[in-house]
Each structure stands twice: as C-alpha cells, then as structure tokens.
C-alpha cells in the first residue's frame, strides 16, 4: 500500500518546491506536487497534510533514557530559582508521593541569588528520616539525605565526600548506584517507555544511549536494549578497553555500536569538575577532576583502532580536550589518519576546543557530539561559564562554528535529562549562540541534528536525515507558522536566500514560536501522534 502526503510543504534538497510525498514499504517512493502525486498513484490511501511542513526525523546523539525518565515521571528542579524555592518544590513533591525514595533533578545554584546548593541539612529537614538523591543539572554532582548516605558504608572514604556538601566524582557514583538499588523493577521499565514516547513526541526515532557501568550499570542499559518502543536506542558503552581483545570482548557482552559514550576523562563545569589547565575564576584553588590517566586514554583508542570500533570520551575541560587529541595523536601516528577515521571515533561535548586541535579533529575523522542548549543556559557574560571561567574563556566555549569550519562530523543532542529533548530548541541555540562567531547556519545546524546523527553511529548511506526518494520514510509533520531560507550575511546569503537557488525552507527559530509535533514516523511506522 502507498501513502500519499498531500498538500503541505516537504524538507527536501532533492525537491525542494514539493508539497506531496509518497511512502511505499517504508520507503521514500516520490516527491513533488499534488496533482502529480495523484495522477501517478491513483491508488494510494492520501493525507491531506494542511500545510503541515514535514522534515527527516531528528536524532538525538547523546541521551541518557531512564533517568529522563525518572525526571518525567519525579521531581524536576530545573524550575527552581532560589535555595528556598528548590527546598519548596522537594517539599510539596514528597507531600504528593509519600512512599519510597525521592529521585529528583536539575538544581542548578549558579542562577540563584544565594549561588548556595542544598545540603544535607536542608533535605533531611524537609524529609526526616527517607531516602532522596538530587542530582544537580549537569548530573556530575549530587545532594543526599541522611537516610540514602548511610546505605553506603565506603561512602565517607571516598573521593569528593562531604557531609554537607554536594558529592562529586567516586563519592557521587556511590550514592547514585544506591539511589537507582532503591528502584523497583517497574519504575525502572515505566521511566524508559515515558522517556521514549517523550522523544517520539518531539519528532525524534533514534537516540544514542550513552550508558556505563558507573552511569546506570549494565542491567540498566540491557533493559533499555531489550524494550521495544519504536525510537531506535543506539548503544554507547562507556568503559576503557585495554587491548582490542578486550575491545571485542565488550562490545559482545553488551551488543553496543561502540565504547564511546560517557566515558569519563573529567566532570562539568557547573560542579567544577571538568579538568582545566588553569584555575576555575571562581574556585582559584582547584583546576577540576581527572578520571582517566594519559596511558589509559592512548590504550583505549589503540584497542578500539585495532579492532575497528567506535571510541570515544566525555571531555569538557581544555585540559581534558588535550589528553584525549595528544592520545589520538599517538594512535594516528602509529596506525594513519585513514584507520582512525574509518572507526567513527567521537568526543562527547567537547566545549574548550582550540583551532589547532579542530583541524587535527576534523583530519582524523572524529565527530564532535555537542549539545547547543549548554549555551542556551549557561552562555553569556553573566551566565554559569562566566562565573566558572571568568568572560574571556566563557566566550570561547562551544565553538561550533570552528569545528564545522575544520571539517569535523558535528551531532547534536540534548543529554538529556541535563537539558530539553526538544530539537528545535538546540537548534535554534546553536543558531542564536551567546558569542556570535561560534553560531551555525539553521541549514547547518539542522543537519547536525538529524543526518548528523546517523552519521555519528555510523550510518553513511548517504540518504538517512534526508527525504529523498529511496530514503527511510523517517520523518515528522509539524505545525511550523513561517517558513524562511536564511544565511550568514555575505554572498552566500544572497545566493541562498533567493528562490532560483532551490535551497529548501526551515521554520523560522529567531522571535517566533518553535514548531509543533503533530506525528512522527519511523520507517515507515507512525511512532507517535
């Protein structure tokens, strides 16, 4: 049976005036106008489509599904605007839900007048004597009740213990590990389903998992790989192979696309744990956390290489950045540019980037999985990375403009539940970046958020991303008020932006609202609406 879309306007460079579409078997059969549409599938079961603009479903490259999840369904902090505010919202949600653990998220203190977290103190007076974790937004650190810290005995002789403060690094993995123990095996199983129809909802069918024995652990992610939704979860295992034996071993025990992922050379800047070269601004006696040595950061790339595997990190801090390019360095060196980028090798996040190393990137073939909504919140003179870094280093972060420049494979996601799954969203920040010089193009950005995506995990057949006869029949249908084809203001624009260019529309992002997901298909398979 073939469906004909009627009547809307179609995301296609290979059509870029359709308003029809036919989908047959889960395939793109055929672009163009409706009365043609018609004429040559007199058969097909028609939707009338409104107007509706239909893009290529989104991607997101970097999630984290049960504990969006968990937010979903539990206590989000990400509203809170002050000290006293949080410890309001923590106490009218366990008012609500008076049994079992509280699971919260998203405290963020940088944007509070006090600039003071939760202590332990503070939960226990609102909670007494039961069990509560509440990670703060960038989930590198964490606030504890009494009640779950004494579940951990190893807890006070571990690294980045306080018995107020929020816990960082080893201590922070400790409490967090205890906190999901208290899970049950439904609410586990109901956080995964709300965080997958969350994303269907927004227009995505594919995430990258980025999981990890010291992020969920393994029955974590095989639960997550053993549900069938209908969004596509792309495993990235997160733990350092020693030789490519080892490499092999783990990709077979876990049946992930690669060891990539949140694997963890440093921690985030919010909780000043990302690793420096210089002090942090605002904390001049620490340059933040180093998790991985240089040894184990060149063996992991070396073991992936050889066995032809993804590999990749979790690196933040400019220090960070320069452990993990002075290790591929080495690797490139020994095996050549070409092996390495066969592999599809990635960096996750990777905020303090400098020029010299984004040609070396963009050379070896690594694909920068960035999130654009960091800058959204935590941009700006006034904003979290000001207050870490002071302006001058703040306004070098995320420098997408730079990587795509150097040629680097740019993804886009949201790690979510640290920030919104909406796609628009991060596309419209990496096209509205505080520093002006670091913003993409919407066409650009759109791409890292959908074709980039699939590329990332690798998928280069050259189609998936796209609407293009033989493509997937991977898309979504939006509500979109205004429609515009724009570009940086030079020649280009003026080639671009003019109607005989064929350079297909994109919801106008800047002053307007973002579009509105009316269905998404996946394959063929409507996955939601």
Same mark, same amino acid.
């Given at each position: ?10 995301? &296609?460079?290979?059509?870029? +005036? ?30 009338? !489509? ?31 605007? &002050? ?125 990258? /998992? ?7 652990? !393994? ?12 969004? +596509? ?29 949140? !694997? ?30 240089? =040894? ?21 801090? =400019?220090?960070?950045? &320069?452990?993990?390019? +002075? ?19 990635? !960096? ?76 628009? /969203? ?54 979109? =008020? /205004?429609? /515009? ?45």
């Amino acid at each position: 049976m073939t469906t004909l879309l009627i009547n809307g306007r179609i995301h &296609s460079p290979a059509q870029p +005036d359709a308003t029809a579409m036919a989908v047959r078997d889960g395939v793109i059969a055929w672009l163009g106008s409706d009365d043609v549409g018609r004429t040559l599938h007199p058969d097909a079961r028609v939707v009338d !489509l409104e107007g509706g603009f239909v893009a290529p479903a989104f991607v997101d490259s970097h999630v984290h599904v049960t504990a969006t999840g968990l937010n979903l369904n539990g206590l989000d902090l990400r509203a809170a605007t &002050s000290l006293r505010h949080c410890l309001q919202l923590l106490a009218d949600h366990a008012q609500v839900h008076r049994d079992g653990p509280v699971w919260g998220h998203g405290w963020d203190e940088s944007g509070w007048p006090e600039r003071t977290p939760p202590s332990t103190d503070d939960l226990d007076a609102v909670l007494g004597d039961r069990p509560a974790y509440l990670a703060r937004i960038d989930v590198h650190s964490a606030v504890a009740t009494t009640a779950l810290r004494r579940v951990v005995p190893d807890l006070a002789a571990a690294a980045g213990f306080s018995p107020q403060d929020p816990l960082t690094a080893d201590a922070h993995h400790l409490i967090r590990a205890a906190a999901r123990a208290h899970l049950t095996t439904r609410q586990r199983h109901d956080a995964r389903v709300a965080a997958l129809d969350h994303a269907a909802a927004h227009g995505i069918v594919a995430v990258h /998992e980025c999981a990890g024995p010291e992020i969920g652990g !393994l029955d974590d992610w095989l639960e997550l790989r053993a549900l069938d939704h209908g969004v +596509d979860v792309i495993g990235l295992w997160g733990e350092a192979a020693r030789d490519a034996d080892h490499a092999k071993s783990l990709i077979a025990e876990t049946g992930a696309h690669g060891l990539a992922g949140d !694997l963890f050379v440093d921690g985030a800047l919010g909780s000043r744990t990302a690793l420096l070269h210089a002090p942090y601004s605002d904390a001049g006696d620490t340059r933040g956390n180093r998790y991985l040595d240089q =040894d184990t950061i060149t063996a992991h790339l070396q073991a992936c290489t050889q066995a032809g595997i993804p590999a990749g990190f979790h690196v933040i801090g =400019d220090a960070a950045v &320069s452990a993990v390019v +002075d290790a591929l360095a080495v690797v490139a060196g020994e095996h050549g540019a070409p092996a390495v980028a066969r592999c599809g090798h990635r !960096l996750e996040h990777l905020e303090m980037v400098t020029a010299a190393q984004a040609a070396q990137l963009g050379a070896w073939g690594v694909t920068a999985s960035v999130q654009p909504m960091f800058d959204a919140l935590w941009g700006g003179d006034a904003g979290m990375y000001a207050q870490r870094l002071g302006p001058q280093r703040a306004r070098q972060l995320n420098p997408f403009a730079l990587l795509a420049s150097e040629g680097v494979p740019i993804a886009f996601g949201s790690d979510t539940p640290v920030t919104s799954m909406n796609p628009w /969203e991060t596309v419209r920040a990496a096209v509205l970046h505080h520093t002006e010089t670091a913003a993409i193009s919407p066409r650009a950005a759109f791409t890292a958020a959908t074709r980039g995506g699939w590329r990332a995990c690798g998928v280069r057949d050259g189609v998936s991303g796209t609407l293009t006869p033989g493509a997937p029949a991977s898309y979504a249908i939006w509500d979109a =008020d /205004e429609l /515009e084809v724009s570009a940086p203001a030079n020649a280009v624009q003026r080639w671009s932006t003019d109607p005989r260019s064929r350079v297909p529309a994109l919801p106008r992002l800047a002053d307007a609202e973002l579009p509105r997901c009316r269905q998404t298909v996946h394959r063929g398979v409507v996955i939601y609406g």
